[in-house]
């Protein structure tokens, strides 16, 4: 009976040290659980909206009302619908562009913290990249090649890779210079082992951190681009595209602008939360300081 008591005792344990965990880690939570509202509307954004391209010239600039949540455009397009499909557009290039740009900078800052000889070379590549605004960088490359998805993506993550470079590298020249590593070379251990298994390990918190800011970079940019003309095609429904055509008609139907707008603030704001969430629970000494 008593082994039957502890075990009735001790069944909660996981609940409370979840809800522990969540009570010291607010910001992940709250930015988590907005970022996952985000996530569900794009998946079944076909199932709670209409089409994000039809038009009805009969209900143009409409106000928000039961029929029609958001309102509707100069071409009576329904933004509910447009904005909803917009998420998919977002989350998307933020997801890719992190991804890749994470991926691609953790390669090269590995290689440059490690061999001096490559360092001197790629660096100066990377400060001539970080040097250039990543938003006139990004029109650049989009306006040599057609507008596509894939070209923004790539054109944004172009720009972004230089700032992942220059933080892994900082984190390998610290972990390069402890007395383990340099045991480790002087026992002959192949360069490709020190890095796979001592190095590597070192930059994932500060990386996984970063990846956040680079997707919430990513979004702002690429709405940014939609804005400007120079981003997604405007077949494909956007924020950004969605704030640029409204734009002449701000005076008499706000609504076009505001919850494209609302939507954007709102979940650049829920990545940056989960953003600072991870630094003050993977950075130990930030944790201790707080």
């Known amino acids: ?107 090269i800052g590995v290689l440059c913290g490690y061999y001096r000889r490559v360092d001197d070379t790629v660096m100066r590549l ?29 054109a944004i993550s172009i720009p972004e890779i230089p700032r992942v470079v220059r933080l892994v590298r900082s984190v390998v020249l610290t972990v390069r210079g402890l007395p383990y590593i340099e045991a480790a070379v002087a026992s002959g251990t192949p360069a490709r082992l020190i890095m796979t298994r001592h190095i590597l390990p070192s930059t994932w918190a500060p990386l996984i951190v970063q990846a956040t800011y680079v997707c919430a970079s990513a979004v702002l940019i690429e709405a940014g681009l939609s804005f400007l003309g120079a981003g997604t095609p405007p077949e494909i429904p956007s924020w950004g595209n969605i704030m640029s055509l409204g734009r002449i008609y701000f005076q008499i139907s706000p609504w076009i602008i505001f919850f494209p707008g ?6 650049v704001l829920a990545i940056n939360l989960v953003g600072d969430g991870l630094r003050d629970t993977l950075d130990p000494r930030i944790a201790r300081r707080m």
């Open 262 to 267: 609302l939507f954007l603030a709102v979940a």
């Open 126 to 154: 990377m400060d001539g990249l970080m040097a250039i605004p990543a938003i006139l960088l990004a029109i650049a490359l989009i306006t040599l090649m057609k507008a596509s998805l894939v070209i923004v993506i790539v």
């Open 1 to 107: 009976m008593a082994a039957v008591a502890s075990l009735e005792v001790a069944t909660p344990a996981p609940t409370v040290r979840r809800w522990d965990w969540a009570r010291r880690n607010p910001t992940i939570v709250i930015g988590g659980a907005i970022l996952a509202v985000f996530v569900v509307l794009a998946l079944i954004a076909p199932a709670i909206a209409n089409d994000p391209l039809g038009f009805d010239p009969l209900n143009r600039l409409k106000r928000p009302s039961a029929q029609f949540w958001f309102g509707t455009d100069q071409f009576g397009r329904d933004v509910y619908s447009r904005v909803v499909y917009g998420t998919r557009i977002s989350l998307i290039v933020g997801v890719s562009v992190a991804i890749i740009a994470t991926a691609v900078g953790l390669v």
